[in-house]
C-alpha cells in the first residue's frame, strides 16, 4: 500500500492541499496517497488517533483544529512551540512530532520567489491571532531591523511581544500608534480581506520600494492591496505563494524530498 497523508479540518471541501501535494506526488514519484479528511469539531483526537492506527504517515491540519495539534503532540519545533499552533504532524515510531511550517512558508515565498530582502527591513505585521504568531519566528530568523506586532487589541500585540521579543527587536502597538511610521514590508495577518474588509490603516505607512503582502488569497485584489497601491507601495502579492511554500515544507519533513513550487504556484495563479 502507498503511505498514507492527509489534510484534516472543518470546513475541508475548500483546502487546495490535495491538489498541491498530487503536483508534488507526480513530480517526485514518490509511493503515496494524499486525502482530505472532514471531521467533526469535537472529533479531532480520535480522528487522528484513528488515522494514526490505519496506517498514516502524516497530516496537515487546518482550521479549526492548529491549537489542538500542538496539544496532541508529543514532541514540537521550535517554531511550533513559540506559536503554540501546529500546522504538520509527523507520525513516528517516537510518537507525534507537530510543526508549524506557516512562517517559513511566508519567508521563503517572500525572500524567494519575490526576490524581496527581509534582513534590516522594517517590518509590520497586523494581527495578533494564529497567523499572526505561526510566521513571526522565522520572519525574526531573517533579522528584520525592527518587527512591528499591531492589533485592534494592544494587549494581545503585547502578548505576542513577551513571548518572541527574546528573538530580536519587537514592538507591539495599536493602529493608532501607527501614524508617522513608514516600514519596508507590511503583512495583513488579520482575516479582514475574507470580509472584505481594511484593517485601520493610517495613510503613509508604505515606505519607497516596500512590499504589501496579504496572507489571504482567492478574492483578488484585497481592500488592503487596493489600499496598499494606491498609497505608493511597489511590491503587492497574495498568499498563494506561502500556501505552496508550506506546503512544501511539510512533504520535506514527510518525505526528505523538496519539490519544486514554482510550477505549482503558477498553476494556482494562472494569469502570472
Known sequence: MPDLYAVIGNPIA???????HGEFLRQTDQDMRYEALLVPLDGFPVAVEAFRKFGGRGMNVTIPFKLEACKISTRLTERAATSQAVNTLVFDDDGILGDNTDGIGLVRDISSNLDFMITGKRVLVMGAGGAA????LPLLEHQPKVL??????????LELYQRFFEYGVVIPVGYEDLSGYEFDIVINA?????????????PGIFAAESLAYDMMYGNGST????FARQQGATHLSDGIGMLVEQAAESFFLWRGLRPETGPVIAMLRPET
Open 133 to 136: 504568531r505561526g510566521v513571526l
Open 148 to 157: 512591528t506586532i499591531v492589533n485592534r487589541t494592544k494587549q494581545k500585540a
Open 14 to 20: 475548500h483546502s487546495k492541499s490535495p491538489l498541491i
Open 223 to 226: 481592500p488592503f492591496l487596493k
Open 190 to 202: 488579520t482575516s479582514a480581506s475574507l470580509s472584505n474588509e481594511l484593517p485601520s490603516l493610517p
